[in-house]
């Protein structure tokens, strides 16, 4: 049994907004080799062209939403961090303090994500005078999740509330 470490603190929202920048990276590399994938496997199929089936637009996008959570779950349970927390010290614990359950690592994810995915699909099915509408939808779900730590007594983000977990940074023993 693990104890809590009392070297960590809650880590406000400009780290979190620096390791999301960093991750971005990672995510990018992930969605161009997700496609890569996909894109060799329906050319094997004998079907190079994806977009005359329109079931496929949101088949892809929940695999690509699935593939990127496995990243973040995975880094979360093997250390509590992803490569753009490492740098600045972030971890995700349990709302204990120890390490978080895989169940509430993906339950994490998918309270952080969820929404503004499928806000981004449900925006998509109208037809909007500039494209990028639904997008903007998109950031406002994902954003009122994050905005919730100004008014939670912790300030703790929904999704981390919802999930019983916490974003942490580790303050150095100097």
């Known amino acids: 049994m693990t104890t809590p470490s009392p070297e960590a603190r809650p880590a406000h929202v400009g780290w979190r907004l620096l390791a999301l920048t960093y991750d971005l990276f990672a ?54 961090q992803t490569l753009g927390m490492r740098p600045w010290r972030l971890r995700v614990v349990g709302a204990d303090g120890r390490p978080a359950s895989i169940r509430a690592l993906v339950q994490r994810y998918a309270f952080a994500t969820a929404p503004a995915v499928i806000a981004i699909e449900i925006a998509g099915l109208v037809s909007w005078p500039d494209a990028r509408v639904p997008f903007s939808i998109a950031a406002g779900v994902a954003l009122a999740g994050f905005a919730w730590a100004f008014v939670d007594r912790e300030r703790v983000p929904l999704h981390d509330r919802l999930s019983a977990t916490r974003f942490v940074r580790l303050v150095s023993a100097v």
Do not use: E, K, N, Q
């Open 27 to 80: 995510v990018f590399a992930l969605s161009i080799a997700f496609g890569a994938v996909l894109t060799l496997v329906a050319w094997a199929l004998g079907h190079p062209d994806l977009s005359d089936l329109p079931w496929m637009g949101p088949l892809i996008a929940l695999g690509l939403w699935a593939v990127i959570g496995a990243y973040f779950v995975v880094s979360w349970a093997r250390g509590g």
